[in-house]
């Protein structure tokens, strides 16, 4: 089992910035590929940024050169680091912890971010 918490979530104006931080305990996360999905109201939740056990990170378009996801094996802890925001990045933002070629999948409960025009 893995427990994933994030933090850093809030409220910013357009253009800001806001760094998301999910912590994990339980199994070593090292062994898992971890990721940021988000979910807007009336939407479906999207893959937003990932980062496999090797550092490998891949993005979605829409976020691509302005988020940066990394990860600190020895802290257990994966970030977000957002800038530039949008008022389309508004959404609730979970944590994703998923165990390469398995259905092993694990998710924190989220946290809200909301980019003001």
């Known amino acids: 089992q893995v427990q994933l918490v994030e933090s850093g979530g809030g409220l910013v104006q357009a253009g800001g910035s806001l760094r998301l931080s999910c912590s994990a305990s339980?199994?070593?996360?090292?062994?898992?590929?971890m990721g940021w999905f988000r979910q807007a109201p009336g939407k479906e939740r999207e893959s937003v940024a990932d980062?496999?056990?090797?550092?490998?990170?891949t993005y979605a378009d829409s976020v691509k050169g302005r988020f940066a996801i990394s990860r600190d094996n020895a802290k257990n802890t994966v970030s977000l680091q957002m800038n530039s925001l949008k008022p389309e990045d508004t959404a609730i933002y979970y944590c994703n912890a998923k165990l390469p070629f398995t259905p092993t999948n694990y998710w924190g409960r989220g946290t809200q971010v909301t980019v003001s025009s």
């Open positions: 980062i496999s056990t090797g550092g490998i990170t």
């Open positions: 339980g199994r070593t996360s090292s062994s898992y590929a």
